[in-house]
């Protein structure tokens, strides 16, 4: 009876909406198994093919062919019906699992198919989630209340490659993102000013504001371009600009590294603003002056048509752009490719 109920709370759904394949018409060992599992459940081959909605003959075939792949005999005939033998109780024990995983996946699917899904997975910096991200997701609470959401704190360089493993639905990035943009959906979110990270003992450590040119000769500490791809290229480009070219002493893997590098050298790196409330012992983070100094926050999200959650998220984050650069902490953008 307890094996019966077990199947039986599916009859309803998953059996019913799943119909098998017919014999020679490709039929796989997950069918077969799902119909012997019906055929426990009824006790009876007849009841479980009217179940199945396919002949009895073709049914019967279907349990031949599994006990000859699973090279055992798996039902018993008795005056009231059949019985599972012992290894066909192993087989529903085994396969229980693998049925509902595969109708819950195969439901997850076709939920996306429709442009619905149960869950978003959101990579995101952690230094950026705060001003963005967070009020992002409660007014995306308001609309889609039974989201489940997979937050994942990962470097640039992570996040892009999860996007492209299908690991992540949409990535909140800074604009290291941008190498990666013709493979996903871009928006520019915002773009921030930028600091420079100088040892507290640098002389130039205890000013209000700096110019870019103030840097020139300061040896410069470049981040892993593994985790950071086109970091060290921007601090480059602002520096070129400002009118010479940095000169990188050290790359180090890792931000915190980073950091602990320009005290030990009396280095310098360039880094967005938000990086002013972000406390790092012998460091501090003064302001850049240019005009042209600016870091930006991008958003990527898989390509085809973006479910509505995810064009939901897209847009909150935008609006939390928008709300930061009112309250003066960047300029909001909003181009999208």
């Not at 009876?44 to 049914?59: E, M, T």
């Not at 013709?182 to 700096?210: E, N």
């Not at 479910?307 to 930061?324: D, H």
Request: positive net charge; glycine residues 10%; charged residues 25%.
């Amino acid at each position: 009876m307890g094996r019966e109920c077990a199947f039986r709370t599916r009859r309803d759904n998953a059996a019913a909406e799943l119909p098998l394949c017919r014999i020679g018409i490709g039929c796989g060992v997950i069918e077969r198994i799902r119909a012997f599992a019906t055929v426990v459940a009824e006790g009876s081959v007849n009841r479980a093919a009217v179940r199945l909605r396919i002949g009895q003959p073709a049914l019967s075939r279907q349990m031949q062919a599994l006990e000859q792949e699973l090279g055992g005999r798996l039902l018993e005939r008795e005056a009231r019906g059949v019985q599972p033998t012992g290894l066909g109780h192993a087989v529903l024990e085994a396969f229980r699992p693998v049925l509902e995983s595969y109708d819950a996946a195969l439901a997850d699917v076709r939920r996306q198919a429709r442009g619905l899904r149960s869950e978003l997975r959101v990579g995101y910096l952690i230094s950026a989630a705060q001003p963005l991200l967070a009020p992002a997701l409660a007014r995306l609470r308001e609309t889609h209340g039974d989201l489940r959401l997979r937050l994942h704190d990962m470097s640039p360089r992570e996040q892009i490659d999860a996007l492209r493993a299908g690991q992540l639905d949409l990535a909140l990035t800074g604009q290291e993102g941008a190498v990666a943009a013709r493979d996903f959906h871009s928006r520019k979110l915002t773009s921030l000013g930028v600091v420079a990270a100088l040892a507290g003992t640098d002389p130039l450590a205890s000013r209000r504001r700096l110019a870019l040119a103030e840097l020139k000769g300061h040896e410069f500490v470049g981040i892993d371009e593994a985790e950071m791809p086109g970091r060290n290229r921007w601090m480059q480009s602002l520096c070129r600009a400002a009118g010479f070219r940095p000169r990188f002493g050290s790359v180090i893997d890792g931000i915190t590294h980073v950091l602990s590098q320009v005290v030990a050298e009396s280095g310098v790196t360039l880094l967005p603003d938000y990086f002013r409330t972000y406390a790092h012992p012998g460091v501090v983070f003064v302001p850049i002056s240019d005009a042209k100094a600016r870091w930006d926050l991008i958003v990527l999200w898989q390509r085809g048509q973006a479910p509505p959650a995810t064009r939901a998220l897209v847009e909150a984050l935008a609006a939390a752009a928008g709300g930061l650069a009112k309250r003066g902490g960047g300029s909001s953008a909003d181009s999208e490719d």
